[in-house]
């Protein structure tokens, strides 16, 4: 299992190293996962933070491209490109997604609060959605790995109960109870009545 954070790494990789490294994780070989993961989180993280420029949804997305490259690398064909230029093009496709997302969601809320003769008050809600989402993120930290890992691969990657419990390789009742309990868990810190 990779671990859940990691400060990024300043060691250099070559091509054929990393192509090594992805190659055993695909056969689940952790230390290879995490001397991969020290390796390229910064530049993924640079480059998701170009495109998401939010430095705390810039986190996120990073970790969603570890875990993903962690249970997709046996996906990874070394005959279609080096192991740097895979991870990178899941890392673009996130960070882009997460940012169409995010626009979507704000035009659809836009049309729906703010039409004619609606009070708008950009910076405020601006600043309303960012303390939102900094409680949502310290909610998601008190909650255990398992339940986290299960809460943010179905709301945040969109994921069924099936798929996650495929993702994770748990059954799909196990996952539906640590989904259960860690959501309890989120309303009581966030204080969201039942």
């Not at 969603?64 to 962690?70: F, G, L």
């Not at 899941?90 to 035009?107: L, P």
Request: net charge positive.
């Amino acid at each position: 299992m990779p671990p859940d954070t990691r400060p990024p790494g300043d060691g250099t990789l070559s091509g054929q190293d990393a192509d090594a490294l992805l190659q055993r994780t695909a056969r689940g070989d952790e230390r290879a996962f995490e001397r991969l993961y020290d390796v390229v989180a910064a530049p993924v993280h640079g480059l998701v933070r170009r495109i998401v420029r939010d430095p705390a949804m810039s986190e996120e997305v990073t970790q969603e491209v570890m875990i993903e490259v962690w249970r997709t690398a046996a996906r990874y064909d070394p005959r279609r490109g080096g192991a740097p230029a895979w991870i990178m093009t899941i890392a673009h496709r996130r960070a882009v997604d997460r940012v169409r997302r995010e626009q979507a969601a704000g035009e659809r809320e836009a049309a729906a609060g703010h039409g004619p003769g609606a009070s708008h008050d950009p910076v405020g809600e601006r600043v309303e959605a960012r303390l939102e989402h900094e409680r949502v993120r310290r909610c998601l930290g008190t909650l255990t790995r398992l339940q986290r890992e299960t809460v943010t691969l179905a709301y945040y990657g969109g994921h069924s109960y099936r798929e996650v419990a495929r993702l994770v390789g748990a059954p799909p009742n196990t996952v539906r109870t640590r989904m259960r309990d860690g959501i309890i868990r989120l309303r009581d810190c966030l204080g969201v009545e039942r």
